[in-house]
């Protein structure tokens, strides 16, 4: 015969089945379930303990047990997502990290506990300028691992690059001014440029990053300079240490801003990240901007900007008139997420996943022929190409795959020829290997 917990713990999944304790149902606790029975508690709570081990309640803390959202019952009862429904990454997907690698349990309890414990007053609308808790972990984050000095008080959250650059752009800019731009570069922000009235001046880029002499020569009068000086984007190159000290000269002795765009200079698969422009920034004309979208996940729609203290009360004067679009629940549970170390835990265990995805795409590519051009880290890589690299995309997409063209990313053409591809959601070498194949098809 069947022990006691054992009874209660069946007559609980029947119950639980048959629809009598619906999803998310709160149980009695242990004590009370145990008094009006009369039976020990220690019963009940194995019984508890068996049904939260096979995932059929869940405990939530002080606030009790309850019937688990991922029960079995409920998932044979979960209705089926209809096709297309799910935005599952295409093939080669540039612009997403790893969404299998992100802790979701974690960051469900971390929202739930937030979510919980608010008070009426988390109600109303946060500092326009971002969450001061927020502020200041990023804060701590960058001090730590890209040895930037600031205090809160620089910081400004938005929703993302293209509102980075326009409040940047809406503080600092005037009319008529006009801004280097990394030739090939990253081009889904040019609107946000465009759209403040900005004139982009294309400036070439080599392996050792931005052309700075070639820059001042053709364009002395800019008064903005635009980089990804980590990891260029999309070629991989990093800007040398020459060409950082005489743009951040250039910027000291001509009155000129530098925005820094360091998307994604937290892989690196091979030495030290190199250190950000910003930790140079004796003379204080760097804007230096970032985003979670690439090491946690797009969704999230949280972005930064660490401007130099002189300039802080001025971006405050701009942003208190349009309240910060981040919700402040998401806001606080990134802080947790980053002061707890998760954030620190979650880009290292991505550090080792990207490296190995890397490599089974990298081995794939040149099973088939292909030739990888070298980078020391980011979340894509770039395939040499001769010819036409574009009409090779378009078949490529036809057949549902998300590369794009080096030529598309040209603010001048002719430009170098290449394929752009992401890495980071290939999950095995054979899953890598298929993919280069449909990449590789012939008509």
């Known amino acids: 015969m069947d022990a006691r917990y054992q009874q209660i713990a069946r007559q609980l999944k029947a119950a639980i089945t048959s629809g009598e304790l619906k999803t ?36 939530r803390g002080q606030a009790g047990t309850f019937v688990s959202q991922t029960s079995p019952s409920a998932l044979a009862e979960a209705p089926a997502v209809p096709p297309g429904d799910e935005h599952e990454p295409k093939p080669f997907q540039m612009g ?84 280097w731009v990394e030739d090939p570069g990253f081009p889904l922000i040019y609107p946000a440029i465009d759209g403040e009235g900005i004139q982009r001046l294309p400036v070439p880029v080599d392996h050792n990053g931005m052309d700075i002499e070639a820059a001042i020569a053709r364009w ?15 070629l991989g190159v990093a800007l040398s240490l020459p060409r950082r ?21 937290e892989f690196r698969y091979h030495g030290r990240p190199l250190p950000p422009l910003k930790s140079l920034d004796a003379p204080q004309r760097v804007i230096y901007t970032g985003t979670f979208s690439k ?16 300039e802080a009360a001025a971006f405050r004067q701009r942003i208190n008139s349009t309240p910060c679009s981040v919700p ?19 880009l290292k265990k991505m550090r080792l996943h990207y490296a190995q995805r890397r490599a089974w795409l990298e081995a794939a590519l040149i099973h088939y022929g292909f030739n990888v051009v070298p980078q020391h880290g980011g979340i894509q890589l770039v395939v040499d190409i001769d010819g036409d690299d574009r009409a090779i995309v378009a078949r490529a997409q036809q057949r549902g795959l998300a590369v794009q063209a080096l030529s598309d990313w040209h603010s001048t053409q002719p430009g170098r020829s290449g394929i752009l591809m992401s890495f980071t959601n290939i999950t095995s070498a054979e899953m890598a290997m298929q993919w280069v194949g449909r990449l590789y098809e012939k008509e």
């Open 245 to 265: 000290r005489q743009l951040l000269a250039r910027a000291a002795q001509h009155d000129m801003w530098i925005i820094e765009d360091d998307y994604d200079s």
């Open 295 to 310: 090491s946690l996940f797009p969704a999230i729609r949280t972005a930064w900007i660490v401007v130099p203290a002189a």
């Open 96 to 179: 997403l990290p790893a969404l299998d690698l992100f802790p979701r349990a974690l960051w469900a309890r971390l929202t739930g506990r937030r979510l919980r414990t608010q008070s009426r007053f988390d109600l109303t609308l946060g500092d326009p300028a971002g969450e001061a808790i927020l502020r200041q972990a990023i804060a701590d984050y960058l001090r730590f691992s890209r040895s930037i000095e600031c205090q809160p008080e620089q910081i400004f959250i938005t929703s993302g690059y293209a509102q980075s650059m326009s409040l940047i752009l809406q503080t600092l800019a005037h009319p008529g001014d006009s801004m």
């Open 24 to 59: 998310g149902s709160r149980l009695p606790s242990s004590r009370t379930w145990a008094q009006e029975n009369g039976i020990s508690r220690t019963t009940v709570e194995q019984a508890y303990g068996e049904l939260v081990a096979q995932g059929w309640l869940e405990r």
């Open 220 to 234: 002395p009068q800019a008064r903005f300079a635009l980089l990804t000086p980590a990891h260029q984007s999309p």
């Open 328 to 346: 402040t629940l998401w806001q606080c549970a990134l802080a947790d997420f980053i002061q707890q170390g998760h954030f620190w835990r979650h």
